[in-house]
């Protein structure tokens, strides 16, 4: 998985078209997503009491997409004392704002927001079977993407299965999320102080998916995850083990629920505005049908939202959101 997605020879994400060429996030999906990140980062920067210099940490930032959105949707006062990061393996696109810090890695001691949409799910992490004798083992992939069992899960790899994703029964499937959590845990290290978002399709230990949820995209369709370099190889993120290493205090939702809170409703515009204003109205019309995209339940809406404060207490528009679950580590 980590060849085939980050090699730099070949690796997916390396491609020049970028995440958009193969799927849909909901950074591409309206300006209103980035909107409405501006809006957390501003509850952020007055939580963290304007701080001279704010972080906003776009991990996994694909080709900028986000950044360029919150960067033109910012007052200028904000806009003045801002430092966006681009977190990203691939390479720096042409086009993309000077101020844009464009790095491969998490910066350290910085103040302010991280977020990560969609990347959790492709963090490289090994995947296992359950054998006719109940036996976990490794799940090995040839070339030509036909499976087969490997040796049995030890150390600890069968650690996190045992707390994290139970599994006894034969053909079920345990999607080995150790090495995700640590990649967590390290970027959220790098916060000084702010808030961690991470955004991503999720599940907890209660329902888990039972024969795992690893899948592939290419071009728009959904296809075998073969890591052969020409899909995305993506898995659905267990978000309590995420959240447990760092025991901070740890907030969980759908992103229908946070993004209501910050002002995204799918509301169709009055009739009435059509005869008095009809651009106003369809204008309208347009931005209703993309919030609606971004909050529709069995959809985008449908993702969590995990938000984890680094010495700060929780920004104003999250505060009391009845979606909320706390996570206990
Ligand atoms: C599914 S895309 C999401 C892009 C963007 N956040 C969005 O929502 O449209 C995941 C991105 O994470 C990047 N990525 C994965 N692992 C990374 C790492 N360790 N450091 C930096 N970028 C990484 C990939 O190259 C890819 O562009």
Request: one cysteine or more; a negative charge.
């Amino acid at each position: 998985m980590e060849q085939a997605l980050y090699a730099e020879d070949g690796g997916f994400y390396r491609r020049s078209e970028g995440p958009a060429g193969h799927f849909r996030t909901s950074v591409h999906a309206s300006p209103l997503y980035s909107g409405a990140v501006a809006r957390l980062l501003g509850d952020v920067d007055e939580a963290l009491g304007h701080p001279a210099e704010l972080a906003l940490v776009d991990l996994g930032a694909g080709r900028g997409e986000l950044l360029a959105g919150v960067l033109a949707a910012v007052g200028p006062e904000l806009a003045d004392r801002l430092r966006p990061y681009a977190v990203e393996l691939a390479d720096r696109p042409g086009g993309l704002s000077d101020r844009v810090v464009w790095t491969d890695r998490v910066p350290e001691g910085v103040a302010g927001l991280l977020f990560a949409n969609e990347w959790l799910d492709n963090v490289p992490l090994d995947v296992a079977e359950v054998d006719e004798d109940g036996v976990l083992r490794y799940l090995e992939v040839a070339e030509d993407g036909e499976e087969r069992p490997g040796g049995p899960v030890t150390g600890a790899d069968a650690q996190w299965a045992a707390r994290w994703w139970p599994a006894d029964e034969p053909g079920a499937r345990v999607e080995l999320g150790a090495p995700r959590d640590a990649a967590w845990a390290a970027a959220v290290g790098g916060l000084e102080r702010g808030l961690a978002v991470a955004v991503d399709y999720a599940h907890l230990r209660a329902d888990r998916p039972l024969f795992g949820s690893l899948t592939g995209f290419r071009a728009g369709r959904e296809v075998r995850p073969v890591p052969d370099g020409t899909c995305d190889v993506t898995a659905h993120v267990a978000f309590d083990s995420v959240a447990a290493p760092l025991a901070l205090h740890s907030l969980w939702t759908t992103q229908r629920e946070a993004l209501r809170a910050l002002g995204v409703r799918g509301a169709r515009p009055a009739l009435a505005l059509a005869s008095s204003d009809p651009v106003a109205y369809l204008r309208a019309l347009g931005a209703a049908g993309e919030a609606a995209e971004l909050t529709e339940p069995s959809g985008l809406g449908g993702f969590g939202w995990l938000a984890q404060t680094v010495r700060m207490p929780v920004p104003q528009a999250l505060r009391g959101l009845p979606g909320w679950q706390t996570l206990t580590p």
